[in-house]
């Protein structure tokens, strides 16, 4: 059970990135996925959620009109579109697998298997 997270990057303020995060070795159709995030000096902080169907999702305020998450129907990858970063999304993403399926549970205790992070760093 392995969740492989990819697309991070050096990007100007302003710009975008889109990271991904694929399941190998189970599938995790029907749970919910979400994205954290550590940032230096400060502790993993939940970014965004999407429940088992897809249709449900949830945004940390800072990320909130510019974050997007989905993830496909089969359930195996899912992504988060980051659009107009600012600096302060500069921080290691961590994507997660629920261990239910609802989004209304975000705390680090509620995700069972975590991948391994990939660095974003914004520039101004």
């Known amino acids: 059970v392995q969740l492989q997270a990819s697309g991070g990057g050096l990007v100007q303020a302003g710009g975008s990135l889109r990271l991904s995060c694929a399941a190998s070795g189970r599938l995790f159709r029907g749970k919910a996925m979400g994205w954290f995030r550590k940032a230096p000096g400060k502790d993993r902080e939940f970014v965004s959620i999407?429940?088992?169907?897809?249709?449900?999702?949830y945004y940390r305020d800072s990320v909130r009109g510019r974050f997007t998450i989905s993830r496909d129907s089969a359930g195996n990858t899912v992504w988060l579109q980051m659009n107009s970063l600012e600096p302060e999304d500069t921080a290691v993403y961590y994507c997660?697998?629920?261990?239910?399926?609802?989004?209304?549970?975000?705390?680090?205790?509620?995700?069972?298997?975590w991948g391994q992070g990939t660095k974003v760093t914004v520039s101004s």
């Open positions: 999407i429940n088992g169907s897809g249709v449900r999702k």
């Open positions: 997660a697998a629920s261990r239910f399926s609802g989004a209304e549970y975000q705390r680090e205790a509620d995700f069972l298997t």
